[in-house]
Every structure is written in C-alpha cells, then in structure tokens.
C-alpha cells in the first residue's frame, strides 16, 4: 500500500555515491571519506574530484581539473551584459539563478560531442563560473570595475580577488576553501533533490542547477544563513538573547540555523564552522556574535532539543571575512554546485524519471459541472 510522508520524510528516492548523511550519528561522508578527515586535509578541487570521480585526485589529476576549473571562468559576453543591467538591487542568488540559465544559451561551443564527456565539459563550466557571476553582479552593483580573470588561483582565491579587487589573504582563502568543502555535497537535500528530479525528464544540466539554485534560496535551506546574520543584527547583545528568543518560540516562529530534517543529533559541519567563527570574531575583536550564537544554541537545545545547523556558524563566518549578507546563500550555492552536477551526472548515468504518488485529499469525485451563470 502507498505511504504518504509529507515533505518526503525517511523516503529513500534513489541511490547515490557521492555523500551519505548519518543523521543518527552526525556523520557526514563523501565518497566514503568522513567529513571530519576531509575538512582539514584537502582543497575543494580536491573535493570537486572526490565527488565527480569517486576518488581523490593525485598530483597530475588535480592539476588536470585546476586547470579545467581556471581556464573555464570567462563568461560569455551576453551573460555579462545581463549582469550589467540586472537591478542593481537584485537579490544576488537571483542574479546567479537568471544567469546560471543563460549560460545555457552560449552552450553551442560544445554541441556534438559524445554526451557524456559534453556533460563533463558542462559541469566544470558551471562550477567554474558561479563563482565569476556572483562576484561580478557585486562589483557591478557597487559601481566597479571588473577585475580580470586570472588563471593562477584556485576557486576560493579567486572568488575573493573578484570581490574585493585585492590578492586574497591565505587566512580568508584558507577559511573560505574550508567551507566550501564542507558545503559541497550532502546527500539529497532540497536543492540537490530538485536538480536530480529536474535532469530526470532529460532536460539539459543548466535547467537542473537553475532548479537547484531557486531551491537553495529558501530560508528553510540554504538562504538560512542570511537570515541568522539578519537575527544576530536584531537581537543586538547578549543580554537581549533570552527574551528574544524565548518571545519567537512563544510565536511559535523557528530559529534561523537551527534544526535539521535528517540530523537528530550535531550537524558534523557546525563545529568546524563554529572554530572558525570563533577564531575570526576574535581576531576582529567581535566576540560578542560568537557569544550570541553560543546562547541561542543552548537555550534551543534545552527547549527543543535542536541543534545548530550548518548555515548557523558559517553566517558569522563569512560576516567576519568581511563578506556582505546577502552574499552567504550565493556562496553557499557556489560551494555546493560542486555536488549538484556531480549528482546530475550520477542521475543521467542511470536514469530514471522522478514521478512521485499524490494522496488525494480533495472533493469526492462525481460532481456535475454547474453552468457559469448558475454557480
Ligand atoms: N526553530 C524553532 N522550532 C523548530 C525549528 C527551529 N529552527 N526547527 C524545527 N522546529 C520545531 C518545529 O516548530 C516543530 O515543532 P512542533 O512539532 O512542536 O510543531 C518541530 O521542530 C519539527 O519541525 P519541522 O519544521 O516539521 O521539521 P522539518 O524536519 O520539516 O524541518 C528544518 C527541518 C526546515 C531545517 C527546520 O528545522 C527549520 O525550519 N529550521 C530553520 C531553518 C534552517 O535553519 N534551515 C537550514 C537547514 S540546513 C540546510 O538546509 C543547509
């Protein structure tokens, strides 16, 4: 008999190589590689690799897919444009959106090769260029110039050499390169899910990430992590903590960053975000979001038994490298294309069409239609 479970809760949907998310035991895995490993001892590239070929790169293959990665930046002229003329107060994860659709159009460059390798080529051109278009919609709607494209450093390097003009500090790239690797992949989330259900009718990949990158928007997924800077602003100070809080959950309104669909324990994610955090607050002498986000934790956890999520820490993260909100889910969404073509390819590679069951819940079928004038 057909089981319903609203928002597809404990339904396994398919298979998958790339990550597994032990909510049980707070277990992360890429690849079978525990997160924990990973975080500190290798490069998103490195990850990127991990995740596209199922192994970990040696020296020649990560220079191969560095390479591939650096010299697929460049933008087409139409997407440039677009960017330039987008409001210039668009919501950047719209811009990114729009843009990673339009990249669709320039794609007559790779037309008849054989599919598989067009989807490779494919896949390391978006993953190179989200990066590109997100920094690009920031320097644009500030008024300034667009640096040019350089090939000599990797994804996070770059990504922060765009925003801000200037050569990357090895302490920013190194923290940024870590979150990116802890956001890469993670099982069938709601953004991965919906690229994998989106390139399960045949459509092209760019339709799959343009899917994925309206999914991740959403407060309830990636666009979390904005909001928790947004509560942090709000609340203000550590003294005004409690009662906020304690108010929102009398309102029965949910914390940003908190809880977990799969989760039941730790996100394995938030505690290497959390060192992070709290080593860069320090550094800029703004302990006081750290001691913030440590109170909130605490009282969610006593009274709902919930835990932070990944989006709670990496929010102070990436607001003490001195990166502007509304660019935390765009980052988030760079990281983690990474694992949406990834999963793209594993779902072209043996595919089969996503049509779930409804349970109908509506009126009992046998009504007559009644003339409009008499209704
Ligand atoms: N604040 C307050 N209460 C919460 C929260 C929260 N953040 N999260 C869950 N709850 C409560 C719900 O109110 C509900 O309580 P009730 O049973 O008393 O009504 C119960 O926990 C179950 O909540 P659901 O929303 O049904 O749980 P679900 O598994 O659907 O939600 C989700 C998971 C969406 C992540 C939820 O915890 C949430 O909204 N968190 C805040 C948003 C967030 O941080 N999202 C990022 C998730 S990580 C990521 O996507 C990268």
Redesign the pocket.
């Known amino acids: 008999m057909a089981v319903t479970s609203r ?1 597809l ?1 404990g339904i396994v949907a398919s298979t998958t190589r790339l990550s597994d998310v032990r909510g049980d035991i707070g277990q992360l895995i890429y690849a079978g590689y525990d997160i924990n490993e990973l975080a500190s001892k290798v490069s998103f590239e490195e990850v990127i690799h991990l995740l596209w070929h199922d192994r970990l790169p040696n020296r020649s293959e990560l220079k191969f897919m560095e390479e591939q990665l650096r010299t697929s930046r460049e933008l087409p002229e139409g997407v440039i444009e677009f960017i330039q003329h987008a409001p210039k107060d668009a919501l950047p994860i719209d811009v990114l959106r729009t843009a990673v659709s339009m990249l669709g159009l320039y794609d007559q460059d790779l037309i008849g090769e054989d599919p598989l390798d067009l989807n490779r080529a494919r896949a390391k051109s978006i993953t190179a260029k989200v990066g590109v278009i997100v920094a690009y919609f920031h320097r644009i709607r500030q008024g300034k110039s667009l640096p040019p494209i350089r090939t000599d450093l990797g994804e996070a390097a770059h990504f922060l050499y765009l925003i801000t003009g200037e050569e990357p500090g090895p302490e920013a790239v190194k923290t940024l390169d870590t979150a990116y690797v802890l956001h890469a992949d ?1 099982g069938f ?2 953004s991965t899910f919906s690229a994998r259900v989106t390139v399960s009718t045949l459509t092209d990949m760019y339709s799959a990430v343009t899917s994925a990158v309206g999914t991740l928007k959403g ?7 904005e ?2 800077i947004h509560m942090l602003q709000e609340i203000g100070s550590i003294e005004n903590v409690d009662a906020w809080i304690h108010e ?2 009398r309102q ?10 799969v989760y039941k324990v730790l ?1 394995p994610r938030a505690p290497h975000l959390k060192a992070m955090a709290i080593k860069l607050t320090e550094e800029l002498g703004e302990s006081k979001w750290i001691a913030m986000s440590e109170r909130i934790a605490e009282i ?1 956890f006593k009274e ?1 038994g ?1 835990n932070a ?4 820490y990496s929010a102070t993260v990436y607001y003490s490298l001195g990166i502007p909100t509304d660019l935390f889910t765009p980052i ?1 969404a760079i990281a983690r294309t990474a694992g949406w073509v990834g999963h793209v390819l594993e779902q072209l590679s043996d595919n089969r069409l996503f049509r779930p069951s409804s349970e109908y819940v509506g009126h009992t079928p046998g009504k007559k239609v009644v003339p409009i004038d008499q209704r």
């Open positions: 928002g809760e993670h989330n709601a407060p309830l997924h990636g666009g979390a992590n909001e928790v929102k959950l029965k309104q949910k914390i940003m960053g908190i809880g977990h669909r996100d969610m709902k919930l999520n990944v989006d709670f988030f």
